[in-house]
């Protein structure tokens, strides 16, 4: 069974930190370049950050540009997404997304920054 399941959400406070983990299994992980989306209420699914299959080559939405980092691990199937400085407008469902030969998507872990 091909899936992505993603683990890391929570509550944190403005200015915290939190990562994220989607752990791939089913699929040859390596072959794939791994991003992460998130929705917040109301609006679109944006991108967040992508890697390439070798975690060669990373991008960034201008709004996470130097607080959020993706990495990944394809010993372990995993990709990574580390949130520092979390401000409320970073509250979204986030969703970590492969793509290949198909594209594929993890169910998604929400992330509430309050006070």
């Known amino acids: 069974q091909v899936q992505l399941v993603e683990s890391g959400g929570g509550l944190v406070q403005p200015g915290g930190s939190v990562r994220l983990s989607c752990v791939g299994s089913?699929?040859?992980?390596?072959?794939?370049?791994m991003s992460w989306y998130r929705q917040a209420p109301g609006k679109e699914r944006e991108l967040v950050a992508d890697i390439s299959s070798i975690g060669g080559s990373t991008k960034y939405a201008d709004s996470v540009k130097g607080r959020f980092t993706i990495s990944r691990d394809n010993a372990k199937n995993t990709v990574y997404l580390q949130m520092n400085s979390l401000k409320p407008e970073d509250t979204a469902v986030y969703y970590c997304?492969?793509?290949?030969?198909?594209?594929?998507w993890g169910q998604g872990t929400q992330v509430t920054v309050s006070s």
């Open positions: 089913g699929l040859t992980f390596s072959s794939y370049a």
């Open positions: 997304n492969a793509r290949s030969w198909r594209i594929l």
